[in-house]
């Protein structure tokens, strides 16, 4: 009886050892192909290896001295992917973007409140475009220290739809945090806890792409 048991339970784990490699090969084929091709290929079932296989994956990215960053790439790229044309048909005023505070200026002198940082617009780095971007649109914009906010965040404004800018891991937990909305993710450029940078035409598109459709560029905003 015992001996029938343990037979069972060596099963169990030989299977679940076959599924976890399945689904990392899965996440290592398809998941390359994502970042290197237009077209998608098995999203559905991609989504639901990085899913699952996150840490594991990670862990033999590392191992291998590989991009563990990889995993989150993937992942950013196909939610988004997935969302666009959903996010394309959004008005504006159903819209919020989530800025890390690491993009503020050295010296910035926003205050931090109960919403996160309150951008006075100083010129001195590029939130203060989104921040008036979004401003003309009715888009809801907050500039937060840490994922803790998000929480606050999602209780003070309704939403059908987000942006969400941080760094490749921050980013990638805030879009699976996220996956009841219609999310666009943009990661930093570089890391650090302030000067940060993000590529600034990617989001003026983002926010230009919701209804109604604007062409707003730095050099409109900042005449």
């Known amino acids: 009886m015992d001996f029938n048991i343990f037979t069972l339970v060596g099963e169990i784990i ?7 490699i399945f689904l990392i ?3 290592f084929i398809l998941g390359n192909y994502t970042l290197n091709n237009d077209k998608l290929m098995f999203p559905q079932l991609l989504l639901l290896a990085l899913n ?3 840490q594991p994956t990670k862990n033999i990215m590392k191992f291998f001295k590989c991009d563990e960053l990889f995993v989150d790439r993937v992942s950013i790229n196909l939610r988004n992917r997935l969302n666009i044309n959903s996010f394309k048909k959004l ?5 919020i973007v989530i800025l890390p505070h690491c993009l503020r200026a050295k010296n910035c002198p926003a205050k931090l409140g109960s919403s996160g940082l309150s951008c006075i617009k100083c010129g001195k780095c590029s939130v203060g475009i989104f921040e008036e971007i979004c401003e003309r ?3 809801g914009i907050y500039i937060v220290p840490g994922s803790t906010f998000i929480k606050r965040v999602i209780k003070q404004r309704p939403f059908k739809g987000v942006i969400c800018v941080a760094c490749p ?3 990638n937990q805030a879009l699976m945090f996220l996956s009841n909305y219609i999310t666009q993710g943009v990661y930093l450029l570089n890391d650090g806890c302030i000067n940060t940078r993000v590529n600034e035409n990617e989001v003026i598109y983002l926010l230009n792409t919701v209804k109604p459709t604007t062409n707003y560029t730095p050099e409109i905003v900042n005449a």
């Open 14 to 20: 030989v299977l679940i050892a076959i599924i976890l």
């Open 25 to 27: 090969s899965i996440t």
């Open 52 to 54: 699952l296989t996150y």
């Open 91 to 95: 008005n504006a005023k159903d819209l």
């Open 137 to 139: 649109k009715g888009i």
């Open 169 to 171: 891991v921050d980013l």
